[in-house]
């Protein structure tokens, strides 16, 4: 059974920062494609980052130039590096990977930033 549990979320000031991790069990995590979304208040679910089994990244939207998204795979867990918060960027973040086709979900961590 493939499990992904999200951790280091929490509440932050506007310009501060927070690191995120997402440990998985029950897949082959170095093969795997993993991502970062998030989902605000009355948004829709939204991409925020991904990286490949080959560490090839990609970064979209307002994530580009603050976020960094990265992996250890020797520990089974994927990062989200997010510096320069800024109040917009308050929602829940899912980590999430592709694994055979499939995709898997984490049951999500909040992100606070106040103003």
């Known amino acids: 059974q493939v499990q992904l549990v999200e951790s280091g979320g929490g509440l932050v000031q506007a310009g501060g920062s927070l690191r995120l991790s997402c440990t998985v069990s029950g897949s082959n995590f170095r093969f795997d494609t993993m991502g970062w979304s998030r989902q605000a208040p009355g948004k829709q679910r939204e991409l925020v980052a991904t990286i490949t089994s080959g560490s090839i990244t990609e970064y979209l939207g307002s994530a580009k130039g603050r976020f960094t998204i990265s992996r250890d795979n020797a520990k089974n867990t994927g990062y989200l590096q997010m510096n320069s918060l800024e109040p917009e960027d308050t929602a829940a973040y899912y980590c999430?990977?592709?694994?055979?086709?499939?995709?898997?979900w984490g049951q999500g961590t909040q992100v606070t930033v106040s103003s």
């Open positions: 999430h990977i592709r694994s055979w086709g499939n995709v898997y």
